[in-house]
């Protein structure tokens, strides 16, 4: 089987469905900022500035404050609403970026390599998903450093971030397996599994660390599930119209409908949105 690329081009730049896509994530991301601002106000109903000492210790666990000046007189308000909202963004276009290197070892594998490239791509590809693993996580190390900085997380949230991007991923392959009915991710669905396994459970583990792991985790399972409602919305209005199509691997379209998500973030993010309102509701 090949990849009609002329072909599926000019169905996915289709312009309409473009807008329409871009549109959705707009309305996908601006609802879950609110919800994410409404339960901050119901646990940081005080919105006063918080002391110049106190804001100065929160600083100091800021993840990104060495790269980018962090303001001393955020209240608590305004910093949880902002740390949300920013953890949200990092698990997405983390997720992003593991389904760009999942389709791309999907699409070689399921279409095929040159036939001259097939026995090394059999011997190895295990080898090949675990490296295009690695460049996933390199991908978006440099992504929110340069392109999208976010410069309101806590020392610690990336790495809790980025395992939830695995739980993500392993649901999104129970769903294609156990829904869809397709067993050609099984191989991968096993992959991540053991990288999740693996990053509770390792030689020198104690029960402190293991305690610690499991409270990051379950602290970020509700952002876990706004992350799956985004793609499930994009997903849901992209294969009902035709727009994504399922010929081409369920992992590639939900990468696709997954960068209209990226190009809202990157917006909110380089133009400040979500700081501006708050100051403008304070």
């Given at each position: 089987m090949s990849l009609n690329i002329q072909n599926d081009l000019s169905h996915y730049l289709n312009l309409p469905q473009i807008l329409l896509m871009f549109l959705l994530a707009i309305i996908t991301?601006?609802?879950c900022t609110a919800l994410l601002f409404f339960v901050s106000m119901r646990m940081y109903p005080r919105r006063r500035t918080?002391?110049?000492?106190r804001a100065t210790s929160r600083k100091s666990a800021?993840?990104?404050?060495?790269?980018?000046?962090?303001?001393?007189?955020i209240s608590d308000f305004h910093f949880e609403v902002l740390n949300l909202t920013e953890r949200l963004f990092e698990l997405i276009f983390s997720s992003t970026f593991i389904l760009l290197f999942v389709a791309l070892y999907f699409t070689i594998d399921y279409f095929g390599v040159n036939p001259?490239?097939?026995q090394f791509w059999n011997d190895y590809n295990a080898f090949i998903l675990l490296i295009f693993i690695l460049f996933s996580v390199m991908l978006n190390s440099m992504f929110?450093?340069?392109i999208i900085p976010l410069k309101y997380l806590r020392a610690g949230d990336k790495s809790s971030l980025r395992l939830i991007g695995m739980i993500y991923m392993l649901i999104i392959f129970l769903y294609i397996k156990f829904i869809y009915e397709d067993s050609n991710y099984d191989s991968i669905l096993l992959y991540f599994l053991t990288l999740i396994i693996g990053r509770f459970v390792y030689f020198d583990a104690t029960l402190q660390s293991f305690t610690d792991a499991m409270k990051s985790t379950i602290s970020s399972l509700p952002l876990l599930g706004l992350t799956l409602l985004c793609s499930g919305i994009m997903a849901w209005y992209g294969f009902a119209s035709g727009y994504l199509m399922r010929l081409n691997g369920v992992v590639l379209n939900l990468f696709l409908a997954h960068l209209f998500l990226l190009v809202v973030i990157f917006i909110v993010n380089r133009t400040h949105l979500i700081e501006m309102l708050l100051r403008k509701l304070s």
């Open positions: 991301i601006a609802a918080t002391s110049r000492k800021f993840s990104s404050a060495k790269s980018e000046k962090v303001p001393e007189d001259a490239m097939q929110d450093k340069y």
